[in-house]
């Protein structure tokens, strides 16, 4: 047994036995950056192509995969609808940070991708080959400017190659995404691993739902000789990690072969750290460790797809209560026309905004949970399932009209909900948030992520722990897009006591519950002040 079932195991127990060190306390004045910060990089502005909106209807928000060619306003203009800053907000809401997020120095920026805790410490980087815009070499994405900073000069595409593996062995066009983890520890300690790895499955899930309404395709590579890659952009091994790797279909033909050997060339480029205290954590020195472990050696094909089948065989092999009552169906979901940038525009947290009054309709949560649950198999994922889902969605209904309040089982194959629990369940989710951000009874509905983590680890290894949580967060981000195209608010929390969601949906030892989300209906005419800036 590895190492991250006992850190999956702690993650679901944090509720009752708090995660060492148990007395940690951020420092918020001495807080890092959210961003990497490399003073004597070059900067090369990107242009942003705004998305084609006639395409997006015609494709859907969530469109198939296409077959189209990045070009430089396409990359600027992705990059900018996911990771880059969009606009700055105020709004009067139920967060702990209300009171300092009008100086500036706590300014809120929105941001097309969520990210847990708002922190956002994923780093974009983009290794160009002979065939892209720009210079070959090693660029890193500058959020606040909506940048390139050239970290290395010279086509490394090779090594990358390398890494790979033989998976996209005719790309010379990578994005690389990276994670510090101080910029998520220092407020979340040994619980920041979970949360990190979510943020990479939001940002994919992301950039799949932008390509594929543009008509382009993304597919991504988990397993990867990630300390070759790692050296290759000058990262700290203890302090840092590479999660995945994107290739890019360039729209132009390349010229020639690409390079035929690695280069063993490295980033010498720093970043600066603005932290005066950098605290290093044990257990996720630990469970990085564990990931890496094989993280060379891609799963066989099929081995994951069995092994959920035979996990969500076992979850389903409990009979129905028929005291419970009858599955209850649900409408068609709704064709979600909002444009992409749109979408991603209006996405933002509710934090405590929810009002039971109008209830949300049938057809709204249908479209909701039809968004989420399509995310479960990180489509385009070398790695991911090939028909099983990642992820199972069950759902609390509190105020939704023609649907009885109750707890229930998602079934997406006939899109209808299985009675679990009947009757009224808000007393049971607020007793069981740590938080005071949500009043979770006004909430439509609170939707429960739940994953087969240790059959997951048991098929693929350690390293299956950031599939599972990327599956997550890709459920999240999916939601988070399609609400506002369906009419409705949302915020997504960890902030819960999974033992009990456990307890109250009967769930099996091998099904933990990883993330709770919330949709709705909100206040009408809200006090918000948002700027947009690009």
């Known amino acids: 047994m590895g190492y991250a079932r006992e850190y999956a195991s702690a993650v679901l127990w944090r509720g009752r036995v708090p995660m060492e060190p148990a007395d940690f306390v951020p420092n918020w004045a001495d807080r890092p950056r959210k961003d990497r910060y490399f003073p004597a990089a070059p900067h090369f502005p990107l242009p942003d192509c ?9 494709r859907g928000l969530f469109g198939p995969r296409g077959e189209g060619g990045f070009t430089l306003p396409l990359l600027g203009g992705m990059l900018r609808d996911s990771y880059g800053l969009t606009g700055r907000r105020l709004a009067v809401q139920a967060n702990s ?26 780093g974009i980087h983009w290794v160009c080959g002979a065939g892209g815009p720009l210079t070959p070499g090693v660029y890193h994405y500058a959020t606040p400017h909506h940048s390139m900073r050239r970290l290395l000069t010279g086509d490394v595409t090779a090594d990358v190659r390398a890494a790979l593996g033989g998976f996209a062995a005719d790309c010379d066009q990578f994005l690389v995404l990276t994670v510090k983890f101080w910029q998520n520890t220092f407020k979340y300690n040994s619980f920041a691993y979970h949360v990190v790895t979510m943020d990479i499955g939001a940002l994919l899930e992301t950039w799949r739902i932008w390509a594929g309404a543009q008509g382009l395709h ?21 302090q840092e990690g590479v999660f995945a790797v994107v290739p890019l279909r360039w729209a132009r033909p390349r010229d020639g072969r690409l390079p035929a050997g690695p280069t063993e060339a490295r980033v010498r480029a720093a970043d600066r750290e603005r932290s005066r205290t950098v605290i290093a954590f044990e257990t996720v020195r630990r469970i990085h460790e564990a990931t ?8 066989a094909a099929g081995a994951l797809d069995a092994a959920l089948e035979a996990a969500w065989a076992e979850a389903s092999a409990e009979p129905p209560d028929q005291a419970a009552g009858a599955p209850v169906p649900l409408p068609a979901p709704q064709p979600l026309t909002l444009s992409v940038r749109d979408a991603l525009r209006a996405r933002r947290s509710s934090f405590g905004r929810f009002t039971a009054q109008p209830p949300m ?12 649950a399509s995310a ?3 489509a385009g994922c070398a790695e991911g399932p090939g028909e099983a889902s990642l992820t199972r969605l069950h759902v609390f209904v509190n105020h939704v009209a023609g649907v009885p309040a109750g707890a229930y089982a998602y079934e997406p194959s006939d899109g209808s909900l299985r009675p679990v629990r009947p009757g009224p369940q808000g007393w049971f989710l607020q007793r069981n948030y740590f938080l005071t951000n949500y009043n979770l009874e006004q909430a439509g509905a609170v939707i429960a992520v739940t994953a087969p983590t240790p059959a997951v680890l048991d098929a693929v290894g350690d390293r299956g722990l950031r599939l599972v949580n990327a599956a997550v967060g890709a459920s999240a981000q999916a939601l988070y897009t399609a609400a506002p195209a369906a009419g409705l608010a949302c915020g997504v ?19 933990l519950p990883l993330l709770i989300m919330m949709v709705g209906q909100e206040h009408r005419s809200p006090a918000d002040f948002d700027h947009t800036i690009a």
């Open 292 to 299: 890496l472990d094989g993280a060379a050696d891609r799963p």
């Open 97 to 122: 940070d209300l009171g300092t997020l009008p100086l500036y120095p706590h300014a809120n920026f929105s941001r097309g991708t969520a990210s847990g805790g708002g922190l956002y410490p994923i």
């Open 493 to 511: 929390a960890l902030g819960f006591d999974a033992v009990s969601y456990t307890e109250r949906l009967g769930l099996t030892d091998g099904e």
């Open 376 to 378: 479960g198999r990180l």
């Open 50 to 58: 705004p998305p084609d909106p006639a395409a997006a209807v015609r």
């Open 218 to 238: 993304l597919g991504a590579a988990l397993w990867f000789d990630e300390e070759r890659l790692g050296r290759l952009l000058g990262l700290g091994p203890e």
């Open 361 to 372: 309709t049938a057809a709204q949560l249908s479209t909701a949970l039809a968004a989420a």
